[in-house]
C-alpha cells in the first residue's frame, strides 16, 4: 500500500467513527427459518377454529423470536466491531504519530550533516591528527550508525504495521456495514411477524380473546403434563450451586415485567435477555442470545438438570427459559406476556445448558 494511501484511509477512517454513535441497524449470521413462510395476509380469524387461530398466532411469535434472537447475535457483533474499529484507530494515530517523530530525527540529522559539510561530527574527527580524538571518532561513527540503522528498522517497521492496522480497520468496518444490513433485515422480519400475530388477535372479539388465552393455558398445561408423565423428572432433586441460587434470585425477581423484544432489563427482557442478565448478576457472563447459550454453553441431560440450568425450546433453539426447580421455569415468554414461571414442559425441549459447569 502507497504509504499516503495509508494515511489518507487512517484519516478517513478515524473521521468515520463519528458514525458509529448514530443508532445502528445491524444483525448477526442468519437463523435458519425453520417454519414454512407466512401469507402476507393472514386467513380470517371467522374461517378458522379459535386452535387453528392459536397455533398460527404461536407460529408467529415464534418465528419473531428466531428473528429477535438473530437481532441480537449482531447487535452484539456489531458492538464488538465498533470496539475493534476505535481501538485500530488509536494504534494508527499512534503509528502516524510514531513515523512522524522518526522523520523529523532522521530530517534533523541530515540537517545537520548539511551543516557540516556533508560529514557527521565523528566523520570529522577521524580525519583529525590526534590519535585521541580519532579514536574518539571511531567509536562516534559506529554508534551513529547503529542509531541510523535502529531507527530505518523502526521507521520501516512502525510503517508496515500502520498498513496493517489500516487494513485491518477496513476489514472491521466492511463487516459492520453488513451486520447493519442483517440488523435492518431482522428488525423488518420481528416487526412483521409480531404485527401479524396482533392483527390476528385484534380481529377476535373479547370473549374469543379469553378463550384464545385459555386454549394457550391448555396447550402448556398438557405439553407439561405429558412430559412430567414420560418421567423425565424422576431423581431429579439436585440442589443449584451458589451462582446458580443467584442467578435463580435475579431472574425470579423479574416476574411480572413486560417482555420485549431486543431488551435486557432493568425493567423489560426477552427471554435470552432474561436469562443472560441473570447469569450476569451472578458474575458468569454468558452469549446473549438463546441460540449462542445452546452453542456455547457445556450441554447438560435433561436428567441432571439444576436450578440455575438453562433450558433451551424449540429446534432452532429460539426460545430459553431458566429452570428454578420442581419441574419449573422462568422465562420471558413472547410480546404481550409479562415474565413469568412456567412448567419445563410446557414447549418442545431441544436441551439444557450449564453456565457455571
Given at each position: ?22 443508532p445502528?441497524?445491524a ?18 380469524p371467522?374461517?378458522?377454529s ?18 429477535t434472537?438473530a ?50 561530527p ?5 580525519l583529525?591528527?590526534?590519535p ?16 541510523t ?10 510503517q508496515?504495521?500502520?498498513?496493517t ?65 414420560s ?5 431429579i ?23 420485549v ?39 447438560i ?57
Open positions: 500500500m502507497n504509504r499516503r494511501h495509508c494515511a489518507s484511509a487512517a484519516i478517513t477512517l478515524v473521521c468515520a467513527l463519528a458514525l458509529l454513535t448514530a445502528v441497524q444483525m448477526a449470521a442468519p437463523v435458519p427459518e425453520p417454519f414454512p413462510t407466512a401469507s402476507a395476509a393472514p386467513s380470517a371467522g374461517k378458522k379459535l386452535e387453528e387461530v392459536r397455533e398460527e398466532i404461536d407460529l408467529l411469535y415464534r418465528r419473531a423470536g428466531a428473528a434472537d437481532y441480537n447475535l449482531a447487535e452484539e457483533q456489531t458492538k464488538k466491531q465498533s470496539g475493534e474499529i476505535v481501538q485500530l484507530a488509536g494504534a494508527i494515530a499512534e503509528g502516524q504519530a510514531r513515523i512522524a517523530e522518526l522523520k523529523g530525527r532522521a530530517g534533523a540529522e541530515a540537517r545537520e550533516q548539511y551543516r557540516n559539510g556533508g560529514l557527521p565523528g566523520a570529522q574527527l577521524v583529525s591528527g590526534d585521541n580524538l580519532f579514536l574518539d571518532g571511531v567509536n562516534q561513527v559506529r554508534q551513529g550508525q547503529q542509531a540503522k535502529g531507527m530505518l528498522t523502526e521507521l520501516a517497521q512502525a508496515e504495521d500502520l498498513e492496522y489500516t487494513k485491518d480497520a477496513g476489514l472491521n468496518w466492511a463487516k459492520l456495514e453488513s451486520n447493519r444490513v442483517k440488523q435492518a433485515e431482522a428488525r423488518k422480519t420481528v416487526k412483521a411477524q409480531i404485527a401479524a400475530a396482533k392483527k390476528l388477535e385484534a380481529q377476535l372479539e373479547k370473549k374469543e380473546r379469553a378463550r384464545l388465552l385459555e386454549l394457550e393455558q391448555d396447550a402448556a398445561s398438557t405439553a407439561q403434563n405429558a412430559w412430567l408423565s418421567g423425565a423428572l424422576l431423581d432433586n439436585r440442589e443449584a450451586s451458589a451462582s446458580g441460587r443467584q442467578a435463580v434470585t435475579f431472574a425470579t425477581a423479574q416476574i411480572g415485567k413486560p417482555y423484544w431486543g431488551a435486557e432489563g432493568p425493567g423489560s427482557y426477552d427471554c435470552s435477555g432474561l436469562t443472560s442478565q441473570a447469569w450476569a448478576a451472578a458474575k458468569r457472563p454468558i452469549p446473549r442470545t438463546s441460540q449462542e447459550q445452546w452453542r456455547q454453553l457445556p450441554h441431560p435433561v436428567q441432571d438438570m439444576r436450578p440455575g440450568d438453562l433450558i433451551i425450546y424449540h429446534g432452532d433453539a429460539s426460545h430459553v427459559g431458566m429452570y428454578v426447580g420442581d419441574g419449573m421455569i422462568v422465562h420471558a415468554p413472547r410480546p404481550g406476556r409479562n415474565v413469568t414461571l412456567a412448567g419445563a414442559g410446557s414447549m418442545e425441549i431441544l436441551g439444557v445448558v450449564r453456565p457455571d459447569k
